[in-house]
Nanobody, 127 residues
């Protein structure tokens, strides 16, 4: 098993930046493909950014391309989401997720494909 704890959320003005972190403990972090998802009240959780186990493959949702960056540091067991040029519509609870896969090198886009989730961190962007 792996335990995930997000941090770095908060209140920021439109146009500002935040960096979310997801600290992992338990099994070897480098064995997991990771993702960031977000969820607004009453809506489904949606894909934001994904990364494979090595960090060599990433992808971002169209709504955040050019503004967000996903990265990982396997030596520090930490996943990051750098968020720049934040907009009011980025307001949501942000969750990191993990699925064990060191064989295929792929990324995963669907919530049902992930086995482990953090508790979430709230990001609020004021306009």
């Amino acid at each position: 098993q792996v335990q995930l704890v997000e941090s770095g959320g908060g209140l920021v003005q439109a146009g500002g930046s935040l960096r979310l972190s997801c600290a992992a403990s338990g099994r070897v972090f480098g064995s997991y493909a990771m993702g960031w998802f977000r969820q607004e009240p009453g809506k489904e959780r949606e894909f934001v950014a994904v990364i494979n186990w090595s960090g060599g493959k990433t992808n971002l949702a169209d709504s955040v391309k050019g503004r967000f960056t996903i990265s990982r540091d396997n030596a520090k067991n930490t996943l990051y989401l750098q968020m720049n040029s934040l907009k009011a519509e980025d307001t949501a609870a942000y969750y990191c997720a993990a699925v064990e896969d060191r064989l295929t090198g792929r990324v995963y886009y669907n919530t049902y494909e992930y086995d482990y989730w953090g508790q979430g961190t709230q990001v609020t962007v004021s306009s």
